[in-house]
């Protein structure tokens, strides 16, 4: 009896460590296949120089620009829009309306992200396109749009659950004071859910560096560094999805590797983040 | 206490970014159901092939979407295979085993993992791959099982953080029942909590088979392609629902296979928002069912 | 009497599948795919024990991947460099005649330009259509991936191997190039003369329109071959795939889908 419950102990606990395992391994891998590159001294060449390979420059900083730009627009975009919603929800509407939106915006997280792209570049690229009187569509604008939709929900459900956290007696205490629904919100539930609010921009920020499909379908994956949000741009992730088809042997194969290994490291610290702002909370 | 000017544009304010949200989501999905219901029957999926034929397997589809509805089907039952006995596991132990200094690394861990872009996860897949071709056996090729495994390691955060969360929920009153009467800790885990947590498990479960169906930058590193027929084993290339859309987009030679590629992104949304519906349907049936009276 | 002696040809040629059993992998260039994808279909419907798995990628992934063992077959549409074939012990077999043509969306009242002019486009030198006749409006460029044999024929032969302006919008296979072109009607780019249909528009370069009659009598220069390469000979299922295509049943597949047939 006593065997058995040694055994499962330790099988849990080799699980849990082989699938923490996995963690590092990903980035000891990106890590290790990125080594040619800063072996030769190159990494201060790939990491601030273009991409020309026909003239043998590697550089990624393109990508790294394109993917702050269109993750730092689609924020922008997203952010307003997520507040609004959540203090619908919370505050404007709590009742039916309120719910319904929540489970609207659940809904939301089930749609997969490659029909945003194939609705993007049928619906949104043409008329971006028309609309702008310039370029092709496939632009850093069309991406941030789709992808501010995409990022929404995690913001409003993040925002939501921050809200609701704030004790009702504090709520009472403005209502008794006869505060208006908007200093209530100005001067309470906005202060005091920031650290919830600031967790849900952090992740949805690394979740909009992270999104590969949006990037690859609609934002034109130009090699210069964007100048405008009507650029074409590429991200490091869709860099990653169409250089995976190169020459294994060279330098241009493994500068995906590095492009992984700089996105595991942002979206890393960006957790480490949020978790500290989350913890400021409670 | 009256209603000011500033009250009004906040409930203005709110209103229109509800109605934005929701009008952009009914603007997509509408487009697609209307540019796609007429694509939508059994020629789509089974082409010039018979339904019963090809549901047995006794011939193969060619230009119908069912190739990759089954190299999704087999995709999510391997990778499930994978994920759910190591994620399980995981869970159990952060909640039940481990103290709380350990409990809070491995969370963090899985944290981070959970954060990981999936491109990054299949250029994990991607590598593992290489490595194992030039240093074991130089038949394994990006394939199925490669596909599945990186999408194990996908979902794996979901599927431990569902099942910690669940455990860790349970009432103290019904934990502490069996071990008073004399059960062991592995015991009460499968006899007690497990089944008490079921319905959370469950659906967090459902939610990361869904992960899987949906999901396009791992495979497209890891073993899809654009043409497979029905996967013959697990080391050989597969087609799946996603990637399908994804190639539809980017290269369609006539509006008939456009039309399929919208008929494909309805049927995955479909299944999508199925799982979805189910994961919620499940959860509160089951916990209705085990609603404990104390 | 000639359709029956016909049809016994035809039959004949697959006979060869008969017995065989197994996995076929063929990646690499696109333009080679509605080819392969018609073929290996009626090989599968002829013996259902066959599966033969498709991808893209373009050549330089076909090349590199049947170079490293991952394929069994790598198409390329630019011929296999020196330095390739000896890295990896490659033997080309090529089974079509192609060209790549540039291309414009149907709209464009642009439809003819010189050499110059279509080298100064893609370099980012000529911004807007106005300058050649057309609207007032932005010059999109579309391009292709590094790994492509049809950009790297392309570069070669009609660009004279001049830049191509990073601003171009990168697409990753003939068929995308294809659809991006047809949707944007302020775009140029180029495409496998095999792709062309009614839904984009060749240009006339130098006076030459780039089509099968011109690509045939050597007037198009911009022509290239569609080749399958292989690591060492070609054997078993892979040799049979490869005489196929090369037989007249798969000549025939090749003419059907706009190429040029070697024999």
């Keep these: ?282 | 206490m009256g209603k000011n000017v500033w009250d009004m544009l906040l409930g203005f304010f709110a209103w229109c970014c509800a109605i934005l949200l929701a009008g952009s989501m009914i603007l997509i999905i509408g487009f697609l159901i209307l540019k796609g219901y007429k694509a939508i029957s059994l020629e789509l999926i089974f082409a010039n092939t018979s339904p019963l034929d090809a549901l047995l397997f006794k011939q193969q589809v060619f230009g119908g979407l069912f190739p990759a509805m089954v190299g999704t089907f087999f995709l999510i039952l391997l990778s499930m295979g994978f994920a759910l006995p190591l994620g399980l596991a995981s869970g159990i132990f952060l909640a039940e085993y481990a103290p709380g200094s350990i409990k809070k690394i491995f969370s963090l861990c899985f944290d981070i993992l959970a954060g990981v872009p999936s491109i990054v996860i299949g250029l994990f897949g991607f590598s593992i791959t290489i490595l194992l071709h030039h240093s074991f056996n130089s038949q394994i090729f990006p394939c199925l099982l490669i596909s599945a495994l990186s999408l194990a390691f996908l979902v794996l955060p979901y599927i431990i953080k569902t099942t910690q969360v669940a455990l860790e929920s349970i009432p103290l009153l019904i934990r502490l029942t069996a071990p008073s009467l004399g059960a062991t800790k592995l015991e009460n885990i499968f006899l007690v909590l497990l089944p008490a947590s079921i319905s959370d498990i469950t659906s967090g479960i459902v939610l990361a088979i869904g992960r899987c169906a949906e999901d396009t930058a791992v495979i497209m590193l890891t073993g899809v392609v654009a043409v497979a027929g029905i996967p013959k084993s697990i080391f050989s290339g597969f087609e799946a629902l996603p990637f399908y859309i994804y190639y539809i987009a980017s290269e369609y030679s006539d509006q008939s296979e456009l039309m399929k590629g919208y008929g494909a992104a309805i049927i995955l949304l479909l299944i999508c928002s199925g799982l979805f519906g189910i994961s919620h349907w499940g959860k509160n049936r089951l916990t209705a069912k085990t609603r404990f009276n104390y | 009497m000639f359709m029956i002696t016909a049809g016994i040809c035809s039959a004949s040629e697959l006979d060869s599948f008969t017995g065989e059993k197994g996995v076929l992998r063929i990646s690499g260039g696109t333009a080679h795919i509605p080819v392969m994808k018609e073929a290996s279909r009626k090989i599968m419907i002829f013996n259902p024990g066959i599966q033969i798995t498709i991808a893209g990628g373009g050549s330089g992934v076909g090349i590199k991947q049947v170079g490293e063992g991952l394929v069994n077959i790598g198409n390329s549409g630019r011929q296999a460099t020196e330095s390739e074939v000896s890295r990896y012990g490659l033997v080309i077999y090529k089974w079509a005649i192609d060209g790549v043509a540039a291309v414009v969306n149907t709209g464009n009242p642009v439809k003819q330009l010189s050499g110059k002019q279509l080298q100064d486009i893609f370099a980012g030198t000529i911004l807007n259509w106005k300058a050649l006749g057309g609207e007032d409006r932005g010059i999109n460029v579309y391009t292709r991936d590094e790994s492509s044999g049809t950009r790297a024929v392309f570069w070669k032969k009609a660009l004279n191997k001049g830049i191509i302006s990073g601003k171009a919008n990168f697409i990753v296979s003939n068929g995308a190039m294809k659809s991006a072109i047809s949707n944007d009607p302020y775009g140029i780019g180029y495409v496998s003369v095999g792709y062309i249909d009614k839904t984009v528009h060749p240009v006339r370069v130098d006076n030459v329109t780039p089509d099968l009659d011109t690509v045939k009598n050597g007037e198009y220069k911009v022509v290239r071959g569609l080749y399958s390469n292989t690591r060492g000979d070609a054997s078993g299922l892979t040799k049979k795939f490869i005489d196929y295509l090369l037989s007249p049943a798969g000549q025939e597949i090749a003419v059907q889908k706009g190429f040029i047939p070697v024999n």
């Design chain 1, 1 to 282: 009896m006593q065997h058995r419950e040694h055994i499962a102990g330790i099988i849990f606990w080799g699980a849990t460590v082989l699938s923490a395992g996995v963690t590092l391994a990903v980035l000891v891998f990106m890590v290790i296949l990125s080594l040619p590159i800063i072996k030769n001294d190159m990494i201060l060449e790939v990491l601030m120089g273009p991409w020309s390979p026909d003239y043998g420059l590697f550089g990624i900083l393109p990508m790294i620009v394109g993917t702050l730009c269109i993750a730092l627009l689609s924020l922008v975009f997203s952010f307003p829009v997520s507040l609004g919603c959540s203090i619908f929800i919370e505050i404007i509407r709590p009742g039916k309306p309120g719910r319904f939106l929540k489970k609207f915006v659940r809904l939301m997280t089930a749609v997969p992200t490659v029909i945003y792209g194939f609705v993007g570049v049928f619906l949104l690229v043409p008329h971006v396109r028309g609309f702008v009187s310039h370029g092709s569509g496939m632009c850093i604008l069309s991406a941030s749009l789709m992808l501010g939709l995409v990022i929404s929900p995690t913001m409003i459900l993040f925002f939501s659950q921050s809200f609701a956290r704030v004790p009702k007696t504090y709520l009472n205490a403005v209502d008794a004071l006869g505060g208006t629904q908007f200093q209530k919100f100005i001067y309470l539930l906005f202060p005091q859910a920031w650290p919830g609010i600031l967790t849900g921009i952090i992740l949805a920020f690394g979740r909009a560096m992270g999104d590969t499909l949006i990037a690859l379908m609609i934002s034109g994956n130009s090699v210069m560094l964007p100048t405008s949000p009507l650029d074409s741009a590429r991200t490091l992730t869709a860099h990653i999805a169409m250089i995976i088809a190169a020459d294994f042997g060279s330098i241009e194969f493994k500068t995906i590797f590095l492009c992984g290994g700089i996105l595991y490291l942002l979206t890393s610290f960006g957790i480490l983040l949020a978790r500290f702002s989350a913890g400021k909370q409670n």
